[in-house]
């Protein structure tokens, strides 16, 4: 008889839920390693904040550019292959920054050129791996699927960047190594999921694949949500800056930086295992609203800070706020989507996450050199508490939203 799981794991009971929280869990473990690596790397190359700047800007084009397309691919073919092709693109950068590093003469333009491969590869697991979760659990458990999610990532989003800093005291050679192998296995554990046709719905079109954005338009709460996120980590955002405070603000080095790349994932997880636990039922609206609002006062405070454990916890309440955003953001996309385009509204969905993300890396870089790094920083706390101002106003249907929206048919 299989062991009864706690209700807050409800969800693993499924097999192939349990393979592929796995394999994401690995390759986010992945990705925060490679971040934190290439970061410091980079800014010890060129001490320009600019340079951190272009390497999400580099990140960020080939995501833009592919991710509509990719949510097509999601849509007509199985999805355990759209992810283990985006993640074997993600192994060609890390062994070029491997080999780059190996060689002891790193050049700055091939290792925008490897950010750029890590991107393209984004563009392909991002809304395929959305899209796949309401396939992997019937729709009674998928607010715990969601939940469980949250927690591994934010988990990974932890372990991630302190291990990344700890292994980089070795050379930066081998945290790409590793994170190479961490992209294997997750390769390895998403072919092991059973075989998921695309929906018999689904076909190849040219024309359907603005059919995510045409649906998110007509959603007025899902646009409302995602546009939030959007704005509010684009200004709001602090993770290219963080390896000029760990260096010239704090002082605390590789291992330092790790551990505040370390801090907004401590604070999501968290908040993350907390609604595993006592998911969100009622006032859903307010919840978003004050998460982003925590965000925006929390990069205010690590702007200002100069002290270490007042940064650590200002990053910690920052990561919590993001993830009620995050939690809530994510239920309504998926609850309100149809299968047959859920690749192209996940695709749609991760244009204004990987907007916010690193086009948000290449506006704190630019801004910072324009105007300082506290300043910019300061600036961006600011604008994110008026993008709420803004968003309770031209959003009312959010603002006032008690509960989430029943699940759409058809999933």
Same mark, same amino acid.
């Given at each position: 008889m299989r062991p009864r799981l706690p209700q807050a794991l409800y969800a693993?009971? *499924?097999?192939?839920?349990?393979?592929?929280?796995?394999?994401?869990?690995?390759?986010?473990?992945?990705?925060?390693?490679?971040?934190?690596?290439?970061?410091?790397?980079? *800014?010890?190359?060129?001490?320009?904040?600019?340079?951190?700047?272009?390497?999400?800007?580099?990140?960020?084009?080939?995501?833009?550019?592919?991710?509509l397309p990719a949510g097509q691919v999601a849509d007509v073919a199985d999805r355990r292959f759209v992810l283990t092709g985006a993640y074997a693109c993600e192994v060609l950068s890390a062994g070029l920054l491997c080999w780059l590093a190996w060689s002891?003469? =790193?050049?700055?333009?091939?290792? *925008?050129?490897?950010?750029?491969?890590?991107?393209?590869?984004?563009?392909?697991?991002? =809304?395929?791996?959305?899209?796949?979760?309401?396939?992997?659990?019937?729709?009674?458990?998928?607010?715990?699927?969601?939940?469980?999610?949250?927690?591994?990532?934010?988990?990974?989003?932890?372990?991630? =960047?302190?291990?990344?800093?700890?292994?980089?005291?070795?050379?930066?050679?081998?945290?790409?190594?590793?994170?190479?192998?961490?992209?294997?296995?997750?390769?390895?554990?998403?072919?092991?999921?059973?075989?998921?046709?695309?929906?018999p719905r689904a076909a190849w079109c040219i024309s359907d694949t603005l059919e995510g954005l045409r649906f998110v338009l007509r959603q007025r709460v899902v646009?409302?949500?995602?546009?939030?996120?959007?704005?509010?980590?684009?200004?709001?955002?602090?993770?290219?800056?963080?390896?000029?405070f760990a260096a010239d603000?704090?002082?605390?080095? /590789?291992?330092?930086?790790?551990?505040?790349?370390?801090? =907004?994932?401590?604070?999501?997880?968290?908040?993350?295992a907390v609604l595993a636990i006592y998911p969100l039922k009622r006032h859903v609206g307010s919840w978003l609203f004050g998460g982003v609002v925590v965000f925006g006062?929390?990069?205010?405070?690590?702007?200002?800070?100069?002290?270490?454990?007042?940064?650590?916890?200002?990053l910690f309440c920052l990561g919590g706020g993001d993830m009620v955003s995050i939690y809530v953001r994510h239920l309504l996309v998926q609850l309100q989507t149809p299968d047959a385009i859920r690749g192209r509204v996940s695709a749609v969905n991760a244009i204004f996450i990987g907007s916010s993300n690193e086009l948000g890396?290449?506006?704190?870089?630019?801004?910072?050199?324009?105007?300082?790094?506290? /300043?910019?920083?300061l600036l961006g706390g600011v604008a994110t508490l008026l993008v709420v101002v803004g968003a309770r106003h031209w959003f009312p249907e959010l603002r006032t939203m008690d509960r989430f929206p029943a699940a759409v048919s058809g999933r």
């Open positions: 693993l009971r *499924y097999r192939d839920f349990a393979l592929y929280t796995a394999a994401r869990f690995a390759a986010t473990l992945a990705w925060q390693m490679l971040s934190v690596a290439a970061g410091w790397q980079i *800014y010890a190359l060129t001490h320009d904040p600019l340079a951190l700047g272009l390497a999400g800007l580099a990140q960020f084009l080939p995501f833009v550019t592919l991710v002891n003469q =790193p050049r700055i333009w091939a290792m *925008y050129v490897a950010m750029a491969l890590f991107g393209a590869g984004r563009a392909f697991w991002m =809304p395929a791996g959305q899209a796949i979760t309401p396939r992997l659990v019937p729709p009674a458990a998928f607010p715990n699927a969601v939940a469980i999610n949250g927690t591994l990532f934010q988990t990974a989003a932890i372990g991630g =960047p302190g291990v990344g800093g700890a292994l980089y005291l070795l050379g930066p050679a081998v945290v790409y190594a590793t994170t190479a192998s961490l992209l294997l296995l997750a390769m390895v554990l998403v072919l092991a999921i059973k075989p998921l046709a695309a929906s646009l409302g949500a995602i546009s939030l996120d959007l704005f509010a980590v684009l200004f709001g955002g602090t993770t290219a800056l963080l390896p000029i603000v704090l002082q605390i080095g /590789p291992l330092g930086l790790g551990i505040l790349r370390a801090a =907004p994932g401590l604070g999501a997880l968290t908040v993350a006062v929390a990069t205010l405070v690590f702007g200002a800070s100069h002290d270490i454990r007042l940064s650590l916890a200002a890396e290449f506006e704190s870089g630019v801004t910072a050199r324009c105007f300082g790094l506290v /300043p910019a920083v």
